[in-house]
T-cell receptor, first 117, second 114 residues
Framework: GAVVSQHPSWVICKSGTSVKIECRSL??????MFWYRQFPKQSLMLMAT?????????EQGVEKDKFLINHASLTLSTLTVTSAHPEDSSFYIC?????????????FGQGTRLTVV | AQSVTQLDSQVPVFEEAPVELRCNYS??????LFWYVQYPNQGLQLLLK??????LVKGINGFEAEFNKSQTSFHLRKPSVHISDTAEYFC????????????FGTGTRLKVLA
C-alpha cells in the first residue's frame, strides 16, 4: 500500500525557535496533503490542506503565519512552526491520498511529537 | 459539510467479549466512511473503509462495520476482543474526491480488561 513518512518522529525545541516537519509520500505522488494537530486524548483537528504548487488552505482559527506550509513537489510537504511556544506542543500528523488508488483513502504519517520548552 | 459523532468516549470490555463502537455521521453529499486505530504516540492505521457496495465491511484484526444509510451510522464491531485491541479508535468521513478533507470523530478509547 501507499506509504507516507513523517520526519522527525519527535522534536524538542526552545521557545522562540522554528521547527520544520516533513511529510513525504514514498511511493506515489500526492497533489494534496493534509496537516492535522492532535492534543492529548483528543481527536485530530485539520489545520490545513496543502496543495502542490499553490498556497495552502487553512482551517478557520489556524494562524497561517504561525504554521507555514510548503508543498513544493508532488512527494513533499513541509509544516514549519514559527516562533514556537509551549502551547504549540502537540502531536502533528500529515496525510495524503494516492490518486492511483482513486483518491479514496488517505494514508497517514506516523506523526511528529513536538515539545517546546 | 460533514460531521461525525462518536457517542462513547470510553468503552471498557473484558477480553474475549464482543464490542461495538458507535459512529454516526451527517452529510449533505455522498461520503466515504472509515475507521482508524491509533496506538499511543503513533499515527493512524486503517481498520476498514466503506466506499460503496456491500454495507457490511470487513477489516483487519477481525473488525467489521456496517453502513446504515437510513440511520447514518457506521458502527464498528468485533466478536471477541483481545488485550492488544486496547487503543483509541476514530471514525472518519470524507466527501468523494481527492481534495475532500477527512472529518474525524472525537474518538473512543477501547480498554480491554483481563
Amino acid at each position: 500500500g501507499a506509504v507516507v513518512s513523517q520526519h522527525p518522529s519527535w522534536v524538542i525545541c526552545k521557545s522562540g525557535t522554528s521547527v520544520k516537519i516533513e511529510c513525504r509520500s514514498l511511493d506515489f505522488q500526492a497533489t494534496t496533503m493534509f496537516w492535522y494537530r492532535q492534543f492529548p486524548k483528543q481527536s485530530l483537528m485539520l489545520m490545513a490542506t496543502s496543495n502542490e504548487g499553490s498556497k495552502a488552505t487553512y482551517e478557520q482559527g489556524v494562524e497561517k503565519d504561525k504554521f507555514l506550509i510548503n508543498h513544493a513537489s508532488l512527494t513533499l510537504s513541509t509544516l514549519t512552526v514559527t516562533s514556537a511556544h509551549p502551547e504549540d506542543s502537540s502531536f502533528y500528523i500529515c496525510s495524503a491520498r494516492d490518486p492511483g488508488l482513486g483518491n479514496t483513502e488517505a494514508f497517514f504519517g506516523q506523526g511528529t511529537r513536538l515539545t517546546v520548552v | 459539510a460533514q460531521s461525525v459523532t462518536q457517542l462513547d468516549s470510553q468503552v471498557p470490555v473484558f477480553e474475549e467479549a464482543p464490542v461495538e463502537l458507535r459512529c454516526n455521521y451527517s452529510s449533505s453529499v455522498s461520503v466515504y466512511l472509515f475507521w482508524y486505530v491509533q496506538y499511543p504516540n503513533q499515527g493512524l492505521q486503517l481498520l476498514l473503509k466503506y466506499l460503496s457496495g456491500s454495507t457490511l465491511v470487513k477489516g483487519i484484526n477481525g473488525f467489521e462495520a456496517e453502513f446504515n444509510k437510513s440511520q447514518t451510522s457506521f458502527h464498528l464491531r468485533k466478536p471477541s476482543v483481545h488485550i492488544s485491541d486496547t487503543a483509541e479508535y476514530f471514525c472518519a468521513v470524507s466527501g468523494l474526491g481527492g481534495t475532500y478533507k477527512y472529518i474525524f470523530g472525537t474518538g473512543t478509547r477501547l480498554k480491554v480488561l483481563a
